[in-house]
């Protein structure tokens, strides 16, 4: 079974506060993806990462792959209470089916 | 709203029970997705439906019978569980791409008395 590391497993934070979560692992993804997902919810995709080394902005929040396409962090910057949810990194081996982390629940207090 | 439904949202069951969860997506995707969500676990892939044949079985126990009539609906039909397979259950669907990206129902919360 291919293991996707997620770390750290839990964070709390303050609003304002900048935080990255990592997302390891010893295979190598055709693409990454990284989904949030909110208490009584289903996971929602966030952003898909393909090429190895890149890099892409949504508002606040910034992803990259690792240059060897195994590893992948998720940057946000100026979190906010809405940033809250369980953050799920998930790994494309084939066309058929993604590996998931182990998520890190992030929770944003005022 | 993702586009994809399923009901009930909550479910609570007895071993000797039977009963079936819903999904429906309206995103017209050839792929569906069963996947199990326990505490402390990774998201756990269950069956996977292209085009409405099963492509794959992850080893899932028998007790747990999924059905695809067409590429916008899935079910999974539930008997005599155990209570260690309360869990979340959620539905997803993709188009297959690359990338195979997930768009995913609000899942069926189960609990197994």
């Known amino acids: 079974t291919q293991l996707l590391e997620q770390s750290p497993q839990f964070l709390s934070i303050q609003e304002g506060e900048n935080l990255t979560v990592y997302c390891n692992s010893s295979?190598?993804?055709?693409?990454l993806q990284w989904y949030r997902q909110e208490p009584g919810e289903g996971p929602v995709l966030l952003v898909t990462?393909?090429?190895?080394?890149e890099v892409k902005k949504l508002k606040r929040l910034t992803f990259q792959f690792g240059d060897a396409r195994k590893d992948s962090s998720l940057h946000i910057t100026a979190a906010q209470p809405g940033d809250t949810g369980l953050y799920l990194c998930?790994?494309?081996?084939?066309?058929?089916?993604?590996?998931f982390g182990t998520g890190t629940r992030l929770q944003v207090t005022l | 709203e993702t586009g994809v439904t399923q009901t009930p949202r909550h479910l609570v069951m007895g071993m000797t029970n039977k009963k079936s969860l819903k999904c429906e997506q309206h995103?017209?995707?050839?792929?569906m997705y069963w996947y199990k969500q326990s505490a402390k676990k990774p998201l756990e892939l269950m069956f996977v439906?292209?085009?409405?044949?099963?492509?794959e079985n992850n080893s899932v126990p028998s007790r747990f019978s999924p059905e695809c009539p067409n590429s916008s609906h899935l079910f999974l039909h539930l008997h005599t569980l155990q209570p260690e397979d309360s869990a979340l259950y959620l539905c997803?669907?993709?188009?297959?791409?690359?990338?195979?990206?997930?768009?995913f129902g609000p899942g069926t919360r189960l609990t197994v008395l």
């Open positions: 997803a669907s993709s188009t297959r791409t690359t990338h195979n990206e997930q768009f």
């Open positions: 295979s190598v993804f055709s693409s």
């Open positions: 990462v393909v090429t190895g080394g």
């Open positions: 998930a790994g494309a081996l084939t066309a058929s089916k993604l590996t």
């Open positions: 995103l017209g995707h050839n792929a």
């Open positions: 439906y292209n085009f409405k044949e099963q492509t």
